[in-house]
């Protein structure tokens, strides 16, 4: 058996995901986690993705979002937009935007991960974007593509760049 590089990074990649998603989310064991992202299309996005723009890669995410929300869905489990748009968020994060220091296409568009600390710091500096009270846990699609426009509208050269707000003090 050959283990590669790409592998490893594969099954860190799920470990981070899971390990941001779990909290208060009975069930959502990391095999149950893995087996929602490996029904889906994320662990190839960079071949996946012919065009690099934000409508494309918001499609490409919708698509994955739903496949994982089914894939919990046939475990009995339910999972919001929201939880299952984290996973995907924090997977990219550790399998593209870090291990290219933040430089590869995707690090441009890939959707930051969404969750209280940076919704309540972004609501305290840009409170025209009117985040307070929003649980991410609870996000359907609408709601979460409402908080992405926003976002877009900082005008970042990269979204990763957001989370310079996502602040733990």
């Known amino acids: 058996m050959s283990y590669t590089f790409t592998d490893h990074l594969h ?3 799920i470990w981070t995901a899971a390990r941001a998603v779990q909290r ?3 069930g959502a064991k990391t095999i149950n986690i893995k087996k929602a992202i490996e029904s889906t299309e994320l662990k190839d996005i960079e071949s996946n993705l012919q065009t690099l723009n934000p409508s494309e890669f918001d499609k490409f995410h919708k698509l994955i979002a739903h496949k994982i929300i089914d894939s919990f869905k046939s475990m009995g489990l339910k999972a919001s937009y929201g939880r299952a748009a984290k996973i995907i968020a924090i997977y990219i994060k550790t399998s593209i935007i870090i291990r290219d220091s933040g430089t590869s296409p995707i690090s441009r568009l890939a959707h930051p991960p969404i969750d209280n ?3 309540t710091e972004l609501d305290r500096t840009f409170p025209r974007l009117r985040l307070k009270g929003i649980k991410w846990t609870q996000l359907t699609e609408e709601k979460y593509f ?3 426009f926003k976002l877009r509208t900082l005008n970042l050269d990269a979204f990763w760049k957001i ?3 996502w602040d733990t003090e």
């Open 163 to 165: 989370e310079q707000f």
């Open 146 to 148: 409402n908080i992405i």
């Open 117 to 119: 600390i940076l919704l």
């Open 24 to 26: 208060g989310w009975k």
């Open 11 to 13: 099954n860190y990649s």
